[in-house]
């Protein structure tokens, strides 16, 4: 018989994806190098969930993930879900706690703790970490890829598993260099866009209400068909308008401009009564007290910031009118304001502001089972730089350590040949 042959894996790209796939592979016997250009690795896991690094979610449904085709992510889901995850990090030392929505938190509440313990098991399995290793090449050899760095530094590995991110958050890193490596070796990639994001809206009362929070709906609408819809707390900015229902809404704003769509948001400011409700709330308000100005009538309901910009857009130009003086047509403006403002949608905040990219390599061509390539056997991808990205709650990090679970697992046994042995 002939020795089985501990295979070389290197992996590009030391994010939450990377040192997953890297440590996996490591716990199965293979040989590991992990590329990273930073000074550090693991920058954009100190981000996460404020900081906090918002593990995974207790809710896991598909409806969570999209991409050009959002079911590629079952088998790796499957393979390692958020339990496994959980589970793996109490290993490692990592106490969880579950917040709102199903969010799962480090008990330590430090993003710091969850990157310390995964390099303390990457030094405990002797995965060799290089930084300010830029990759600008990779190359299909006879036995396996040969790796350039920049400066001129060659690396040799039986497997790749490209890592690298996406275009979100270029500060720490993510400047969507994978893709090139990708497209080189025979990849189609599509067009990536900023995900879980602010939105610009061109409203010119903007600044008025600037840093305005309250708990209502949004929703996307395109050629008068709402394409999605959430809820939460929305706050209103210089430029536009972010929040969690916004970030999650975001990706679908995005989709449709890049198509050159027409798209409005509708916001709902009071969402939590029915309209006729409404109208008989504000009805019965206006006649308790009918010497009020209008704008001050709603101090108490809404921001008293808000409601002189809320009103003049409902089409009442004399806010400090008195109450008694408003007619039934102007209550019923308002009613319909507090319910569907609309605002059309300019853009999407930077790629800096963006948590995640949508878009990226495309995953026809990759086993949805392994992560291998179907073009170039032995190349294995984990994490962002997919076509695959996921809402606001830990879905995206969850898709980061399923991914690189899969993908160290696959390339690091994945049968080698004994002329495979490296240069």
Not at 55 to 70: A, Q, R, V, Y
Not at 184 to 192: A, D, S, W, Y
Not at 195 to 220: C, M, R, T, W, Y
Not at 260 to 267: A, D, G, P, S, T
Request: net charge positive; with cysteine; hydrophobic share 40%.
């Amino acid at each position: 018989m002939t020795k089985a042959i501990r295979p070389k894996v290197i992996v590009v790209g030391g994010g939450a994806a990377g040192l997953l796939a890297a440590i996996v592979a490591g716990r199965h016997g293979a040989n590991v190098t992990v590329l990273e250009k930073n000074q550090r690795v693991g920058k954009k896991i100190l981000t996460t969930g404020n900081g906090r690094c918002n593990l995974t979610n207790m809710d896991m449904h598909i409806s969570h993930f999209h991409g050009s085709n959002p079911k590629f992510a079952f088998a790796a889901l499957n393979r390692f879900n958020n339990m496994q995850t959980i589970e793996f990090f109490e290993q490692l030392g990592i106490s969880h706690k579950v917040e709102d929505k199903g969010k799962v938190f480090p008990f330590s509440n430090q993003a710091s703790s969850v990157l310390d313990v995964l390099r303390y098991e990457l030094d405990e399995l002797g995965v060799d970490t290089v930084v300010e290793a830029e990759v600008k090449d990779i190359k299909k050899i006879k036995n396996g890829f040969e790796v350039l760095v920049k400066g001129g530094r060659r690396y040799f590995g039986h497997r790749i598993i490209l890592a690298t991110g996406g275009k979100a958050a270029p500060n720490l890193g993510s400047t969507g260099s994978g893709y090139q490596l990708a497209e080189k070796l025979g990849h189609r990639i599509v067009e990536p866009f900023p995900s879980l994001v602010q939105l610009k809206l061109a409203e010119p009362f903007l600044k008025q209400i600037k840093g305005i929070k309250f708990d209502g709906g949004a929703e996307i609408i395109v050629n008068n068909k709402v394409m999605a819809r959430a809820r939460g707390e929305i706050l209103f900015t210089e430029y536009g308008i972010s929040g969690p229902p916004i970030f999650d809404l975001s990706r679908t704003a995005a989709r449709w401009l890049q198509k050159n769509q027409r798209v409005w948001l509708k916001v709902s400011i009071i969402n939590h009564l029915s309209r006729d409700e409404l109208a008989e709330y504000i009805k019965k308000r206006f006649q308790a007290n009918p010497t009020k100005t209008l704008a001050f009538s709603f101090v108490g309901f809404i921001n008293k910031q808000l409601a002189p910009v809320l009103l003049k857009q409902a089409g009442i130009q004399d806010v400090h009118k008195k109450v008694a003086e408003v007619t039934a047509t102007e209550r019923e403006k308002i009613v319909e304001i507090l319910q569907d403002w609309r605002f059309e949608v300019t853009g999407t905040n930077t790629w800096t502001a963006a948590q995640v990219t949508a878009g990226g390599i495309d995953v026809r061509d990759i086993n949805p089972r392994t992560m291998e390539s179907k073009i170039v056997p032995g190349l294995f991808f984990a994490g962002e730089i997919m076509d695959i990205d996921g809402d606001c709650g830990g879905y995206n990090l969850q898709w980061a350590w399923s991914s690189g679970y899969v993908a160290g697992e696959s390339a690091a046994t994945v049968g080698l040949h004994p002329g495979e042995s490296g240069l």
